[in-house]
């Protein structure tokens, strides 16, 4: 199976930024369709962002457009997630989750690995 390793998670001031990073082991990561999910407490795990295997396609939930920006790196396995303008309702784990396809997908049924999670937290 695929294995997913998140990084980056930390504690910041509102207005801070992170940049999440998701390896992935595989020859064929470069053929798979990426996403990044978050889950707060007591709350369902909700889409963030993916982007297709090529990196040629992105989409953003309404809540981050304009805020994150995702992007790969096929030649080293890695997937970001750079996070701007952070704000306390983004406080959440953060899930890098890879289908076994190119396409994207929001919905998080459609993806096949999923990594530990990294934890993001921004104080208010």
């Known amino acids: 199976q695929v294995q997913l390793v998140e990084s980056g998670g930390a504690l910041v001031q509102a207005g801070g930024s992170l940049r999440l990073s998701c390896a992935a082991s595989?020859?064929?990561?470069?053929?798979?369709?990426v996403g990044w999910f978050r889950q707060a407490p007591g709350k369902e795990r909700e889409f963030v962002a993916a982007i297709n295997w090529s990196g040629g396609v992105t989409i953003y939930a309404d809540s981050v457009k304009g805020r994150f920006t995702i992007s790969r790196d096929n030649a080293k396995n890695t997937v970001y997630l750079q996070m701007n303008s952070l704000n306390s309702e983004d406080t959440a784990v953060y899930y890098c989750a890879v289908r076994e396809g190119g396409v994207i997908y929001t919905y998080p049924t459609r993806y096949d690995y999923w990594g530990q999670g990294t934890q993001v937290t921004v104080s208010s």
């Open positions: 595989g020859r064929t990561f470069s053929r798979y369709a």
